[in-house]
T-cell receptor, first 113, second 112 residues
Framework: KNQVEQSPQSLIILEGKNCTLQCNYTVSPFSNLRWYKQDTGRGPVSLTIMTFSENTKSNGRYTATLDADTKQSSLHITASQLSDSASYICVVRPKTGANNLFFGTGTRLTVIP | TAGITQAPTSQILAAGRSMTLRCTQDMRHNAMYWYRQDLGLGLRLIHYSNTAGTTGKGEVPDGYSVSRANTDDFPLTLASAVPSQTSVYFC???????????FGQGTRLTVV
């Protein structure tokens, strides 16, 4: 069983609408959790990083939340744009084994006009 | 700045042939990584290097080898390619092992 599960697998929304992507993890103890955006044919790019003690972090129209007790994170995208169409990947780094990142399979978001 | 560059962008390779995927970074990052990304699976670590002169095995190292002769370059070699190695390969680097990883644009490899 993957230690990082994301939902939904894919999502289609209208331009201008908001959406929330979910990430549940079992990695414990963990050092930090990152959300990456991966455009088609490109490598992933980091959007946000959250440590154990942080609950919310924003980066423009992207807001990530973290509940370390329930081991859940979400990525909320506000006022979506066509350029938000991409895969969003949740990545958890454990406290031990710095090279051992756990990747979710991603949520494929499509924003349509 | 170029950041991290992979070559080639894509390649079709006959089974049994060897190939080296190239990766170069100009950020003077200590750590470098090779991942493969397959449909329905998260990125999986093949090999990593925490600093020039050292390498380590990741989650799926079999069939692959790496070297880290200097800080900038981290080539990945397939000695005898098999169809199951058809994948998209990403090279990444970070200042050190526990900081943000920066990814290359990927190499799409098809083994036939």
């Amino acid at each position: 069983k993957n230690q990082v599960e994301q939902s939904p697998q894919s999502l289609i929304i209208l331009e201008g609408k908001n959406c929330t992507l979910q990430c549940n993890y079992t990695v414990s103890p963990f050092s930090n959790l990152r959300w990456y955006k991966q455009d088609t044919g490109r490598g992933p790019v980091s959007l946000t990083i959250m440590t154990f003690s942080e609950n919310t972090k924003s980066n423009g129209r992207y807001t990530a939340t973290l509940d370390a007790d329930t081991k859940q994170s979400s990525l909320h995208i506000t006022a979506s744009q066509l350029s938000d169409s991409a895969s969003y990947i949740c990545v958890v780094r454990p406290k031990t084994g710095a090279n051992n990142l756990f990747f979710g399979t991603g949520t494929r978001l499509t924003v349509i006009p | 700045t170029a950041g991290i560059t992979q070559a080639p962008t894509s390649q079709i390779l006959a089974a049994g042939r060897s190939m080296t995927l190239r990766c170069t970074q100009d950020m003077r990052h200590n750590a470098m990584y090779w991942y493969r990304q397959d449909l329905g699976l998260g990125l999986r670590l093949i090999h990593y290097s925490n600093t020039a002169g050292t390498t380590g095995k990741g989650e799926v190292p079999d069939g692959y080898s790496v070297s880290r002769a200097n800080t900038d370059d981290f080539p990945l070699t397939l000695a005898s390619a098999v169809p199951s190695q058809t994948s998209v390969y990403f090279c990444a680097s970070s200042i050190q092992g526990d900081t943000e990883a920066f990814f290359g644009q990927g190499t799409r490899l098809t083994v036939v």
